[in-house]
């Protein structure tokens, strides 16, 4: 399984590649959203991990730049700021959240969907 992450900070980013290529998984690291998104575009992934706060574009506009491609891989997005983790709390929130990381699912199984149950 080849992991596209994208993420800036690069002590997190060496972290997450050391701890994925130790469980067997091939990974790009991306330092930035514009590069993340040109990797996304030109590559095949079977999975991105996603930092929100990223220098230029934000992991939220390369979220919705890389659905409006038609890409569907899934997309695991890294959330550290206290108010974005409060306003993803609700469900209105979570249910269109779970439609741009997810966009095979429905809104009905906007709860129980995964990257390897799309419905």
């Known amino acids: 399984m080849h992991i596209l992450v994208v993420e800036d900070e690069h002590k997190i980013a060496d972290a997450l590649r050391k701890g994925l290529e130790a469980e067997g998984y091939q990974v790009t690291i991306a330092a930035s ?48 700021s206290r108010i974005v983790s409060t306003a993803l709390t609700s469900v209105p929130m979570i249910i269109w959240l779970n439609h741009l990381l997810f966009p095979n699912c429905s809104p009905a199984s906007a709860f129980y969907c995964d990257a390897g149950n799309r419905t």
Not at 34 to 55: K, N, R, V
Not at 61 to 69: C, G, N, S, V
Request: overall charge negative; proline content about 4%.
């Open 33 to 80: 959203g514009e590069d993340g998104y040109f990797c996304m575009t030109t590559g095949e992934y079977e999975l991105m991990l996603l930092d929100i706060m990223l220098p230029g574009r934000d992991g939220i506009e390369i979220l919705h730049a890389i659905r409006r491609k038609g890409i569907t891989t899934p997309i695991l997005v890294g959330i550290r």
